[in-house]
């Protein structure tokens, strides 16, 4: 169904948007279906979210390495404003970096596209989906395949950070340790918490 269908599902009532309550409270979930075609919604904005940390990792790399020739001092955390940015405003901020590669430009925009719906569109596009165990198949291998397209795309911007963190003097072995420290401090509150 798209986008201009699925409004036609939508109904105005007294001037306000109104959805079927079928629509907004699915049906009974006694195989659990429903809360894995849920989890892999998660999953997918999780990795959507795992690319944009991934242009922004990029961005303050090439504004490092950039900032060293024309001595320019970078204050407080390169991160911090960029994570305030909307995936649109960062694939436009990327352009310049990934110019040899158009197409790589093009995947990010269209992932862009794909974004946005699973933000605002995504259950009101599958209303009717949500309520049969056959659509919501569909779903889920629809959510898988986004899941699957965000990572590659994420591991795409983490090799065209690669040349502007190894110039910046950040060593590979740095990322490991970094995720490693992160692990065990992870594992340390779950041990705290039991």
């Given at each position: 169904?798209?986008?201009?269908?699925?409004?036609?599902?939508?109904?105005?009532?007294?001037?306000?948007?109104?959805?079927?309550?079928?629509?907004?409270y699915?049906?009974?979930?006694?195989?659990?279906?429903?809360?894995?075609?849920?989890?892999?919604?998660?999953?997918?904005?999780?990795?959507?979210?795992?690319?944009?940390?991934?242009?922004?990792?990029?961005?303050?790399?090439?504004?490092?390495?950039?900032?060293?020739p024309?001595?320019?001092?970078?204050?407080?955390?390169?991160?911090?404003?960029?994570?305030?940015?909307?995936?649109?405003?960062?694939?436009?901020?990327?352009?310049?970096?990934?110019?040899?590669?158009?197409?790589?430009?093009?995947?990010?925009?269209?992932?862009?596209?794909i974004?946005?719906?699973?933000?605002?569109?995504?259950?009101?596009?599958?209303?009717?989906?949500?309520?049969?165990?056959?659509?919501?198949n569909?779903m889920?291998?629809?959510?898988?395949?986004?899941?699957?397209?965000?990572?590659?795309?994420?591991?795409?911007?983490?090799?065209?950070?690669?040349?502007?963190?190894?110039?910046?003097?950040?060593?590979?072995?740095?990322?490991?340790?970094?995720?490693?420290?992160?692990?065990?401090?992870?594992?340390?509150?779950?041990?705290?918490?039991?």
């Amino acid at each position: 169904m798209t986008l201009d269908e699925s409004h036609e599902t939508i109904r105005r009532l007294d001037g306000e948007l109104w959805l079927p309550p079928e629509a907004i409270y699915p049906p009974p979930d006694e195989d659990g279906h429903i809360r894995e075609t849920f989890a892999f919604y998660g999953l997918a904005m999780a990795k959507v979210q795992q690319l944009e940390m991934g242009a922004i990792n990029l961005l303050v790399m090439a504004r490092i390495v950039n900032a060293r020739p024309k001595a320019e001092e970078i204050v407080g955390n390169p991160w911090e404003p960029l994570l305030k940015e909307t995936l649109g405003k960062l694939v436009r901020r990327l352009k310049p970096y990934l110019e040899r590669d158009p197409q790589f430009v093009t995947d990010l925009e269209d992932a862009l596209k794909i974004r946005n719906m699973l933000a605002h569109a995504y259950f009101n596009v599958r209303c009717e989906e949500v309520l049969s165990f056959a659509g919501r198949n569909q779903m889920l291998l629809e959510l898988q395949g986004i899941h699957v397209r965000m990572e590659s795309l994420a591991d795409r911007l983490r090799k065209a950070c690669e040349p502007y963190r190894r110039s910046a003097g950040y060593p590979d072995e740095l990322e490991d340790a970094l995720m490693e420290q992160t692990l065990r401090e992870a594992a340390d509150r779950d041990s705290a918490r039991r």
